[in-house]
């Protein structure tokens, strides 16, 4: 059976509110991220999650933390679900980054990350869901750049198009993750 996941984007932190793409940097949340935190567990306790998979990052863990306090649910780290490492460019200004994003699908920030290396641990870590998750309800905690991941890989989406377009939120996205993994997308 397949997994359904429910991806939801980590509250807001202190770098978003001033503007900033804080990347692998930790990053902290807002006062209005911990609320959101705690909306977000409102969201999903009782949604039959059966587990919460985060990045590492403090920004995604904290958003965890705060949304199943006092729980059962399972939360598990992974490194695999980081944000995009923009390399010397983590930390700076979002105004400066967001132009340059469209010439970093295929190649590496200064110092970082492609966003196709991303759609890469998203798909390694697709697979591992799916052969020990199957047929569960999932949560999953991350990052802009996994969502456009996970829609490359599980609504064939195109990478260049999701980049270049605005941010947008909602809360939380659905995915099926087939039983065999997901099905790469060539775009």
């Known amino acids: ?3 359904r996941l429910v991806y939801e984007t980590h509250a807001t ?3 978003n509110e001033a503007g900033i793409a804080t990347g692998w940097r930790p990053g902290v949340l807002s006062p209005t991220g911990r609320r959101q935190a705690r909306e977000l567990g409102d969201r999903r306790r009782g949604d039959g999650v059966a587990a919460v998979f985060t990045s ?3 920004r ?3 958003t965890a933390r705060i949304a199943f306090a006092g729980t059962s649910v399972p939360i598990h780290q992974d490194r695999r679900l ?3 490492d923009y390399g010397r460019l983590n930390g700076y200004p979002l105004a400066t980054l967001a132009p340059l994003r469209h010439r970093h699908i295929d190649e590496p920030f200064p110092g970082g990350q492609s966003y196709r290396d991303v759609l890469a641990a998203i798909e390694d870590f697709l697979t591992g869901l799916a052969a020990r998750w199957d047929g569960s309800r999932v949560l999953l905690i991350a990052h802009s750049a996994n969502r456009w991941a996970l829609d490359c890989l599980l ?3 195109d990478l260049e198009e999701l ?3 605005p941010a947008r939120w909602q809360p939380g996205w659905e995915y099926t993750v087939p039983s ?4 790469r997308s060539a775009r």
Do not use: F, I, Y
């Open 13 to 15: 932190t202190t770098d």
């Open 60 to 62: 995604a863990v904290d």
């Open 163 to 165: 980049v270049r377009a």
């Open 155 to 157: 609504t064939s989406a």
């Open 1 to 3: 059976m397949p997994v």
């Open 180 to 183: 065999a993994g997901p099905r």
């Open 82 to 84: 980081r944000e995009c």
């Open 56 to 58: 590492d990052l403090h």
